[in-house]
């Protein structure tokens, strides 16, 4: 059964669109009714959620980049457009009548309250972060039992479209849980040491596919080593990402300022321009 959703706006609707006066939900939730009305966007009537879905990831991702911006007016422009890819697959649900934008709030609503009986509940608060996470674990273990879903593997349920790195880090994290993990960061420094001496191997002795192999497994565990060192791989990948750009960018900026592009420039000039950037950032200069 699907929700009923506020009151549609009238057909001339230019002045209720522009002065919103059933709250900014709603009028969201109307405007992409009539985007997907058979007299509505010809681009938005074809869409299905497969088409979509890769719009949803990279909405997501954009939030995460004006996190890392620390840009608080393109986080408002980012969080609302992931909010419309939440309301354009509810929208999609909703004609299918599997269910609504409501649904899928009250439903997120409800399992925040079971999830938390520390502050919503009778369950004894004054738990660190750390033992609060065993206990969302365990709370979700027993809802999957409630619903009669069985898991043949501790590894079950890490989605296969998580970015290679975050899931290699959720997949070890899985078997932690059972012990199956290093039990400190040295021990993970040591391995890391053991998978660099691999890899040179497979490069001396060995085809791509060894190479390649041997890489991945290297890979493996920085990630885990990030999981060691409470240091999320991703958000620590995006941050070097932006700093390599950032640098970089900067000797192109001081080779034009000479009148000279990087392509004139030798890899030692580039590198000392490198570290006058870096010593720049440090000492606050830029």
């Known amino acids: 059964m699907t929700d009923q959703g506020p009151a549609p706006l009238p057909r001339d609707a230019s002045d209720a669109l522009v002065h919103d006066r059933a709250g900014a939900l709603p009028r969201l939730r109307e405007i992409m009714?009539?985007?997907?009305a058979p007299?509505?966007?010809p681009w938005d009537q074809e869409q299905d959620f497969r088409s979509i879905a890769p719009y949803t990831i990279e909405e997501a991702y954009e939030v995460a980049d004006a996190v890392e911006a620390d840009d608080p007016a393109a986080l408002k422009d980012e969080l609302g457009d992931l909010l419309l890819q939440v309301v354009?697959?509810?929208q999609m649900a909703e004609e299918r009548g599997w269910f609504g934008f409501d649904d899928v709030a009250r439903g997120s609503a409800d399992k925040m309250l079971r999830r938390h009986p520390h502050v919503f509940g009778d369950a004894p608060g004054g738990k660190t972060a750390d033992q609060q996470s065993v206990d969302w674990e365990a709370i979700k273990a027993q809802e999957r039992r409630e619903k009669g879903v069985e898991r043949d593997s501790v590894l079950d349920g890490?989605?296969?479209g998580l970015p290679a790195l975050t899931r290699g880090a959720k997949l070890a994290a899985r078997a932690a849980r059972v012990g199956f993990d290093w039990p400190d960061p040295d021990q993970v420094l040591d391995k890391l040491t053991e998978e660099a001496r691999e890899l040179v191997e497979a490069r001396e002795s060995l085809g791509p596919d060894a190479v390649e192999d041997e890489f991945g497994d290297l890979i493996f565990v920085l990630g885990n080593l990030g999981r060691h060192l409470k240091a999320d791989p991703e958000t620590a990948m995006?941050?070097?990402?932006?700093?390599f750009e950032?640098?970089?960018r900067g000797i192109e900026a001081r080779l034009r300022a000479q009148g000279r592009t990087v392509q004139e420039a030798s890899m030692a000039e580039m590198d000392a321009l490198w570290d006058a950037v870096?010593?720049?950032e440090k000492?606050?200069?830029v």
Not at 33 to 36: I, N, T, V
Not at 238 to 243: C, G, I, L, Q, V
């Open 283 to 285: 000492a606050g200069r």
């Open 33 to 36: 009714r009539r985007l997907r």
């Open 246 to 248: 950032r640098r970089f």
């Open 88 to 90: 354009y697959h509810a």
């Open 278 to 280: 870096k010593a720049d």
């Open 39 to 41: 007299d509505g966007c």
């Open 158 to 160: 890490v989605p296969r």
């Open 238 to 243: 995006r941050r070097t990402n932006a700093k």
